[in-house]
T-cell receptor, first 115, second 118 residues
Framework: AQTVTQSQPEMSVQEAETVTLSCTYD???????LFWYKQPPSRQMILVIR??????QNATENRFSVNFQKAAKSFSLKISDSQLGDTAMYFC????????????FGGGTRLMVKP | EAGVVQSPRYKIIEKKQPVAFWCNPI?????LYWYRQNLGQGPELLIR????????DSQLPKDRFSAERLKGVDSTLKIQPAELGDSAVYLC????????????????FGEGSWLTVV
C-alpha cells in the first residue's frame, strides 16, 4: 500500500514571498503520478499541478512548481509570489500507474498567506 | 468545458433520515469516484466506477450506504439511515479511463456536498 506524508500541518507566508510545502511518499511502484490539489474553504479540490514519475523535468504551472526527487520519494510544491487567494489547504496525492489504481492523499497542509 | 457537477451543495438532516447526493461527471469521463472527507483530513475513497460497473467499493459501508451509476454517466450516493458520524463533505470526481498517460490518470473533483447530521 502507498502512503503519502505531509509533515507540515500549517504554514504561513507573507504576500509576495515564496513558500515550499513538503510531501514524501512510500511506494514500490516505478510508474506513478503525483499531484498537488488546493482546497479553499469552499471545499472544492482544485488541481494545482501534476507530475509523471518517469519524467525528469519538474512540472511548472505559472507561480507553482515542484521539486520532484524520485530517489528520495519527495514531491515538494513551491509557490512563488504568494497571493492572498493562495490561502487554502494543500493536499499532495499519489496514484500508481497500474490498472485498478487508487488516488491516495496526504493529510494536508494549511497555508495562510498574510498581507 | 463543464466540470464535475454535484448537488445538493449543503444538506442538514436529522439522524436516521435518508439522504441522497447526485453527481454528473465531466463529459467523456468513464471513471467516477465518490470520496468522503472528514474535517481536517484528506479525502478517502468510498467507491469507484468504470462506466456502470463498481470496481472498487471496499471502503463503502454497505449496511447503510449505496451507490449507483445507471447508464454509466450520472451517479447517486445514498445513505439510509444517516448517523451523526456521517457528517462530512462528499466529493464526487471523475477521470478518463485509467491508462498510461498523465491526462488519463488525472482526477477532477466537484464542489462537494456538505452533509450535517443532527
Amino acid at each position: 500500500a502507498q502512503t503519502v506524508t505531509q509533515s507540515q500541518p500549517e504554514m504561513s507566508v507573507q504576500e509576495a514571498e515564496t513558500v515550499t510545502l513538503s510531501c514524501t511518499y512510500d511506494t514500490s511502484e516505478n510508474n506513478y503520478y503525483l499531484f498537488w490539489y488546493k482546497q479553499p474553504p469552499s471545499r472544492q479540490m482544485i488541481l494545482v499541478i501534476r507530475q509523471e514519475a518517469y519524467k525528469q523535468q519538474n512540472a511548472t504551472e505559472n507561480r507553482f512548481s515542484v521539486n520532484f526527487q524520485k530517489a528520495a520519494k519527495s514531491f515538494s510544491l513551491k509557490i512563488s509570489d504568494s497571493q492572498l487567494g493562495d490561502t487554502a489547504m494543500y493536499f499532495c496525492a499519489f496514484r500508481p500507474g497500474n490498472a485498478g489504481n487508487m488516488l491516495t492523499f496526504g493529510g494536508g497542509t494549511r497555508l495562510m498567506v498574510k498581507p | 468545458e463543464a466540470g464535475v457537477v454535484q448537488s445538493p451543495r449543503y444538506k442538514i438532516i436529522e439522524k436516521k433520515q435518508p439522504v441522497a447526493f447526485w453527481c454528473n461527471p465531466i463529459s467523456g469521463h468513464n471513471t467516477l469516484y465518490w470520496y468522503r472527507q472528514n474535517l481536517g483530513q484528506g479525502p478517502e475513497l468510498l467507491i469507484r466506477y468504470e462506466n456502470e460497473e463498481a470496481v472498487d467499493d471496499s471502503q463503502l459501508p454497505k449496511d447503510r450506504f449505496s451507490a449507483e451509476r445507471l447508464k454509466g454517466v450520472d451517479s447517486t450516493l445514498k445513505i439510509q439511515p444517516a448517523e451523526l458520524g456521517d457528517s462530512a463533505v462528499y466529493l464526487c470526481a471523475s477521470s478518463q479511463r485509467a491508462g498510461t498517460d498523465l491526462l488519463g490518470n488525472t482526477i477532477y473533483f466537484g464542489e462537494g456536498s456538505w452533509l450535517t447530521v443532527v
